[in-house]
């Protein structure tokens, strides 16, 4: 019998492991998909990402003439934050996201 039990929680404890791979894996995969759409933003013009994502939700401004066009989005009560840094030519310079898969 306890040798049993002991096979049996083994196996319970493989499995909850390979459950949380699993979840990993997918978050990685949705998170690289993610990086590479934001990528292509890079060295486009603001009036694109306005007429794709719309006005932004908030306008952060930083010590440069930079400025930050911040998205946020909710999906099942997750609150998902997209930045993009635009220049003072309006072109985009980089991006962040996060909570976004």
């Not at 699993?22 to 998170?31: G, L």
């Not at 306008?59 to 840094?85: G, P, W």
Request: charged share 30%.
């Amino acid at each position: 019998m306890k040798f049993f039990l002991n096979i049996l929680f083994v196996v319970t404890v493989c499995i909850n492991l390979t459950g949380c791979q699993t979840v990993s894996t997918k978050i990685d995969e949705a998170t690289q998909k993610e990086e590479k759409k934001l990528s292509e933003w890079i060295g486009k013009k603001e009036s694109e990402l306005k007429k794709f994502f719309g006005q932004p939700d908030r306008i952060d401004f930083n010590n440069t003439r930079n400025r930050h066009y911040v998205y946020i989005t909710q999906k099942l009560k997750i609150k998902c934050e997209r930045k993009f840094e635009i220049n003072e030519d309006s072109r985009i310079l980089g991006y962040s996201s996060k909570n976004c898969f």
